[in-house]
């Protein structure tokens, strides 16, 4: 069993976004000039339906599409044990030799169905499938959560992971009814990497180097933290938690009009129908505008705008601007 609770490298995870961080971007952040402050990547989950695994393929395509650009995690989304091993032995037979376990997913048609975040609720379950995986499975396996329903439903879980040789467990410590909004619970990674005898990975809501800051003054035994919003609105915070400094402002900026013009040239290039682009473009620009503050009114025009064309060069425009 890993015990890994000592001071170590500091390993920078990027988050599972299913349609946003995948070989896609992991690809455009690589292209880039800067140094990539990223060390691994979790893919979007692959879900298996009714033992078939045809649609899993098309996934692990994406997966392995990656340009050797960073090392990546495959995710498997499932609750039915030989389905389970049967995808996460597919995967070994790709090259890869960890897969997580996605524990953490809010949407509720996914966890009425005891998938993701779900099967929180079952600590018994959890551990019925674990029991009949782990001895089955050719990869190690890693667990991506959240806290469970109410605030301490996630305790039982930790003990029941105690039993087991796991790669790691991700947190994001919020519980399945917030979504990705309101008050993350600061005390429960402190709770789980105290009880548990696994690698711990903090992730949430670090959109730049004092946010990092803060989680890292919070938990000085976790090295190992994970970005996923923060790193679409802007993967130089990854870089800059790598170098623990601010980049010059100048620097900054060219940077990360470096990024978001690869992001919109990778996306025009993509062999889809224009309107698809055109929401890829405005999917990304949801998390760029955060992170340029920008007010409704600037976006405005841009949300109004339904041409490929004047939909990237208005995204430029405000970065330039705004940045
Ligand atoms: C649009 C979207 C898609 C996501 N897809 C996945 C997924 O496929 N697998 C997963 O474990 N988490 C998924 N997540 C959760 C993120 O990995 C991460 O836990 C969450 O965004 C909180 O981290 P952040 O504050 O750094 O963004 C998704 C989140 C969002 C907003």
């Not at 029941?160 to 909004?181: A, C, D, V």
């Not at 430029?316 to 601007?321: E, I, P, R």
Request: charge should be positive; charged fraction near 20%.
């Amino acid at each position: 069993m890993e015990m890994d609770k000592g001071k170590k490298k500091l390993t920078i995870y990027l988050a599972p976004m299913q349609g946003l961080t995948d070989a896609f971007f992991r690809s455009v952040i690589h292209s880039c000039s800067f140094a990539n402050g990223f060390d691994i990547a979790v893919s979007p989950f692959i879900s298996i339906t009714h033992g078939d695994l045809s649609a899993a393929h098309k996934k692990i395509k994406d997966v392995s599409d990656n340009n050797n650009s960073l090392p990546v995690i495959p995710q498997i989304m499932g609750n039915e044990p030989k389905e389970f091993i049967d995808l996460a032995n597919l995967l070994f037979d790709h090259g890869y030799t960890h897969v997580n376990w996605n524990l953490g997913c809010p949407i509720p048609k996914v966890a009425k169905k005891h998938h993701g975040s779900g099967l929180l609720h079952y600590p018994n379950e959890v551990n019925n499938i674990l029991s009949k995986v782990i001895p089955n499975i050719k990869p190690c396996l890693s667990i991506k959560m959240r806290t469970g329903y109410s605030q301490t439903e996630y305790q039982p879980l930790i003990e029941i992971f105690n039993k087991y040789p796991l790669e790691s467990i991700t947190i994001h410590p919020r519980l399945g009814i917030q979504m990705y909004k309101g008050k993350i619970d600061y005390d429960a990674p402190r709770i789980i990497a105290q009880t548990s005898v696994h690698k711990i990975i903090y992730n949430g809501d670090i959109y730049s180097l004092d946010d990092y800051l803060f989680v890292q003054n919070l938990y000085p035994n976790i090295n190992n933290f994970m970005l996923g919003r923060g790193a679409i609105a802007n993967p130089l915070v990854a870089t800059e938690i790598k170098s623990s400094s601010k980049l010059p402002y100048n620097t900054a900026k060219a940077w990360y009009y470096e990024y978001v013009d690869k992001l919109l040239s990778k996306i025009e290039s993509l062999n889809k129908p224009e309107q698809s682009k055109i929401n890829k473009s405005k999917e990304y620009f949801r998390y760029i505008a955060q992170q340029l503050k920008l007010k409704p009114e600037n976006m405005q025009p841009l949300l109004q705008c339904n041409n490929l064309h004047s939909v990237q060069c208005l995204i430029k425009k405000l970065v330039l601007n705004h940045f």
